[in-house]
């Protein structure tokens, strides 16, 4: 993990290595975080991109949820132009979102996570290729992914369970 604030991401760490019980380490930069990413989230308030090709590898993928108003970016145009990138709301995407934030337009969009979900995209299609999440905060559909998730990890016996009311 990465905080610029390295305080904040060792208390962090504490935190979530008691929760989950998983190792877990700190990165001294963002580029040493992103070298062995395969999965990277982003939740910040940059209104400059921070993310750009040469920092990711083949098939990494990135969920970017800081973009939720105008002017807000953490993923640059490079990337998204280069990736399969999802959305949860194709006009909110460009009118306050990650594609409207580094100046791009829904031509950008792949798809809207529910045109996966109900299977009329197909997402992903190559191992190797990056996706971008590129989410604006709809929480109706935020439930729905997370509930098709949770059915299908309780199919196949992944994940932990836990009480979300304790």
């Known amino acids: 993990m990465y905080d610029v604030d390295v305080e904040q991401a060792h208390r962090f760490l504490k935190r979530l290595e008691q929760e989950l019980g998983l190792p877990i ?10 070298a062995n990413s395969r999965i990277i989230i982003t ?8 993310i750009f090709p ?11 949820i ?14 998204i132009r280069r990736a399969l990138f999802v959305c949860d709301s194709r006009e909110l995407a460009v009118d306050m979102g ?7 337009d829904a031509e950008s969009i792949a798809a809207e996570i529910g045109e996966i979900l109900n299977g ?4 992903r299609t190559d191992p190797a290729e990056i996706t971008v999440y590129g989410a604006v905060g709809l929480a109706f559909q935020d439930l729905a992914a997370a ?19 304790k």
């Open 43 to 50: 939740a910040t308030w940059s209104r400059a991109p921070f």
């Open 98 to 104: 990650a594609i409207g934030g580094v100046g791009l």
């Open 66 to 79: 800081g973009p939720d108003e105008p002017g807000k970016s953490e993923v640059s145009a490079e990337v």
């Open 54 to 64: 040469d920092m990711i590898k083949p098939g990494t993928h990135i969920t970017t």
């Open 25 to 34: 380490t700190v990165a001294q930069t963002l580029e040493d975080s992103l």
């Open 147 to 165: 509930w098709v998730t949770y059915q299908k990890a309780k199919e196949v016996h992944l994940g932990l369970e836990f009480d979300f009311l």
């Open 120 to 123: 009329k995209h197909q997402g």
